[in-house]
């Protein structure tokens, strides 16, 4: 039975439940909902609860736990040295699949038949499957179809077993709710309880990705720093990564680049920035506000290949034509300013954004106090207005330099790739991201220094912004406890 059929079942179940226990709650009370302890939906309501949650808990732990047992059962079919490397049991076990998915088709299409697949040579199986034009792609050896037969036999066997546990301990949890649904059963209680625990799930999901993050980028990152130094990775002046060996992985150059660009972009956002929530807040009539605060917005929802085509077509070309080579300062459109400049644009809306709330939640008391002192609406905004939401602003700024140091498809294509360390704004450098994407793209396996470095980076980058955001919400924080 497939998943979609058990889900289909355990919502009757669930809908049935719901109507049973609610009439039966009522007819416990002689139809008097007000002898009830709950109202009589919450009956219902508990009714679901135990119908669904008990199953889909089921149906997680055997989801969960149905790989782990398959990849032990098919250990049996390899030697014992076979397994050992986490990347040959990854492409063994991928074999396995693929041969096995590939029998399925093959039976499906009626190419074989189910007894045939188990019982076939491996020529034979692969002549079955060339005939019903299924691609292996590689050879089939003995072990991978003997563990691809015993595969599909155990994830067979293993959706009966899941279909029918799930059911039966849905039908279990609704013959429960049934029992116990009468006029003093506590039914609010119990559905409060458990949508409370729902919720504290549900904010704990967060924490838990950022606590995988982490440890996910730590443990690999210390397999780095055993191959490699992490004195000559934090300190190195040269980034020159190769596979076949001999590698040097200096992080200055590429920190540096990061940097530098975003200096760029915040210096680019933070005037446009500012100067657009001013406006928007201070001078604009309310029909002007309402076209043109969206109409900026609207480039917070522009996907960043699209600026980074920008930069590549117009942007860098313009800076190498008209300010580069003219001032003899180089002959390449990629550059740091192409990226910076174009990563600023990018961060516009969300200062402006931000900084517009933050400016108008100072109290209206504070500027009529200024006017009342006989000052102008400019010298209100210099002197009154933006000192009291400066640490909120500040605060925005400092989040738009995380994102813009987290930027990564704009650099690629505005900036280049170069690991230098240069004054010039327009030569072509690079970013932390961007050799993290470099670093982990095509066919890599997590076993040498010049994979595992990405993972440093990542975990650089991560505490570079971690850093600032915690900046921010301090400085939010404070601003909101003043002023709220």
């Not at 047992?69 to 693929?98: C, H, K, W």
């Not at 009468?182 to 209680?189: H, I, L």
């Not at 690079?430 to 980076?457: C, N, R």
Request: aromatic share 8%; net charge neutral.
């Amino acid at each position: 039975m497939s998943m979609s059929m058990v889900y289909l079942v355990i919502a009757v179940l669930a809908v049935v439940g719901f109507l049973l226990c609610r009439a039966r709650a009522l007819a416990s009370a002689g139809g008097e909902a007000r002898n009830l302890h709950s109202l009589p939906n919450y009956y219902g309501w508990h009714a679901v609860v135990m119908t669904v949650l008990p199953s889909l808990l089921v149906l997680i732990v055997w989801l969960i736990a149905q790989p782990i047992y398959i990849e032990r059962q098919l250990e049996n079919y390899f030697p014992p040295g076979a397994l050992e490397d986490d990347s040959q049991r990854t492409l063994i076990m991928g074999d396995v699949r693929r041969v096995a998915a590939g029998i399925e088709t093959a039976v499906s299409r009626g190419a074989m038949t189910s007894d045939e697949a188990d019982a076939l040579s491996p020529e034979d199986v692969r002549a079955r499957l060339a005939a019903a034009r299924i691609p292996l792609g590689s050879e089939v050896s003995g072990q991978v179809l003997d563990a691809a037969q015993d595969y599909r036999q155990i994830v067979i066997w293993g959706a009966f077993g899941r279909a029918a546990l799930a059911i039966l301990v849905s039908a279990l949890g609704l013959l429960y709710a049934v029992s116990v649904s009468n006029k003093d059963f506590r039914a609010r209680n119990r559905v409060e309880q458990v949508t409370l625990g729902v919720l504290i799930v549900a904010s704990m999901i967060a924490i838990l990705t950022t606590l995988g993050i982490v440890l996910s980028l730590v443990t690999e990152a210390g397999r780095f720093f055993t191959m490699y130094p992490f004195t000559d990775f934090l300190f190195g002046l040269k980034w020159d990564p190769k596979f076949q060996g001999n590698s040097t992985f200096g992080l200055i150059p590429l920190l540096w680049g990061t940097l530098y660009i975003s200096l760029v972009a915040m210096i680019v956002a933070i005037p446009l920035g500012l100067f657009t929530a001013i406006y928007l807040s201070e001078y604009a009539s309310p029909r002007v506000r309402s076209v043109v605060k969206p109409a900026i917005e609207v480039i917070a929802g522009i996907p960043t290949v699209v600026f980074g085509l920008f930069a590549l077509v117009t942007v860098g070309p313009f800076l190498r034509d008209f300010i580069a080579q003219p001032l003899g300062l180089g002959n390449s459109g990629a550059s740091v300013m192409t990226a910076g400049i174009v990563i600023g644009i990018l961060n516009v809306p969300f200062i402006s954004s931000l900084a517009d709330d933050i400016i108008n939640a100072v109290p209206q008391a504070m500027r009529d106090g200024s006017y009342g002192l006989g000052a102008t609406p400019s010298e209100t905004i210099r002197q009154v207005v933006l000192p009291a939401a400066l640490p909120g602003i500040v605060g925005a700024v400092l989040m738009a330099g995380s994102r813009a140091i987290g930027e990564t498809m704009i650099v690629t294509m505005g900036a280049g790739a170069a690991a230098t360390m240069s004054l010039n704004p327009f030569e072509a450098m690079t970013t932390i991201t961007v050799k993290i994407v470099g670093q982990l793209t095509g066919d890599t396996a997590f076993d040498s220094p010049e994979t595992l470095v990405a993972f440093a980076l990542g975990i650089t980058l991560f505490v570079i912004t971690l850093a600032l955001n915690i900046v921010a919400l301090l400085i939010v924080r404070k601003y909101r406890e003043q002023y709220e």
